[in-house]
């Protein structure tokens, strides 16, 4: 069952190309699953009035003693600009979660965790960090990053705090330093830096295509645990 609650915000960071983090504390905060996501609503809606116009957004950290999540908005059309427009700080929205299957594997503690993120597509992967810290199980973790331009990093130096030096590839593919690539991420990349391809998680979220292709591309080197994060 859903679990409905009043939120408010509590901070905003900007990034690049319209994108906002957004911090928001719950009333009504309950465990949830690292990589699920929630609906928001900018009304104020109690749980047994009918659920009102809303967009789903991943939650972009893990539980916490804050009663905190961060979501990672872009800016693409109607809702999302009334929200860039209403979440001021102090504003109030109402949000029901946890949704969806994008999960970190429930038995096996062992095995690598190969994400493979495209701008926004990020958001899961910092529950998935925040949640691996908890277990000790943060040397699992490997991380494909990618975005356009360095503004468009998100949360750049928690991710480098936290995933191991030799399990983070980062790619800027429109400019150009030196700590990044500078180009897009294949699929080469992804296999030389897997230990074992039958035994590991995959995990991809971004745009549609960038999903399609990374799917496509895993099958056809018969990666056997693909997992997607669609948001269209
Ligand atoms: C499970 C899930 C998780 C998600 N997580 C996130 C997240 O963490 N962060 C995030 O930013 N988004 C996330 N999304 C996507 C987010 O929900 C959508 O971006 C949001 O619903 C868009 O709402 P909107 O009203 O602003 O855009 P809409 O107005 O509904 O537009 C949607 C799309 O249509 C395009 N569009 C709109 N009008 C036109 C037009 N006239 N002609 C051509 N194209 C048009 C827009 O560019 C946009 O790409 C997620 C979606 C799902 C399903």
Do not use: H
């Amino acid at each position: 069952m859903s679990i409905f609650s009043r939120a408010t915000v509590v901070s905003i960071k900007d990034y690049g190309d319209n994108i906002k983090e957004f911090i928001l504390k719950l009333d009504n905060y309950k465990r949830f699953e690292a990589g699920t996501f929630l609906q928001l609503t900018l009304k104020e809606v109690t749980a047994s009035e009918r659920w009102p116009d809303s967009r789903p957004f991943s939650i972009a950290s893990y539980y916490n003693d804050d009663k905190t999540m961060r979501l990672i908005i872009r800016k693409v059309g109607r809702y999302t600009t009334k929200i860039f427009d209403q979440l001021v700080v102090g504003a109030t929205c109402t949000v029901k979660y946890a949704f969806g299957e994008f999960i970190l594997p429930m038995f096996d503690k062992e095995n690598e965790i190969v994400c493979i993120a495209g701008g926004t597509g990020i958001s899961p992967f910092l529950s998935f960090i925040e949640c691996l810290e908890k277990e000790e199980g943060l040397d699992r973790i490997k991380l494909f990053y990618s975005v356009r331009t360095p503004k468009d990093y998100i949360e750049l130096d928690y991710i480098k705090n936290k995933v191991r030096k030799g399990n983070l590839f980062l790619y800027c593919t429109d400019e150009k330093v030196d700590w990044a690539e500078n180009r897009r991420i294949n699929i080469e990349d992804i296999l030389k830096n897997t230990k074992d391809k039958d035994r590991a998680d995959f995990y991809i979220c971004g745009s549609n295509e960038f999903i399609a292709d990374f799917k496509k591309e895993l099958k056809a080197n018969d990666a056997k645990r693909i997992n997607t994060d669609e948001w269209q």
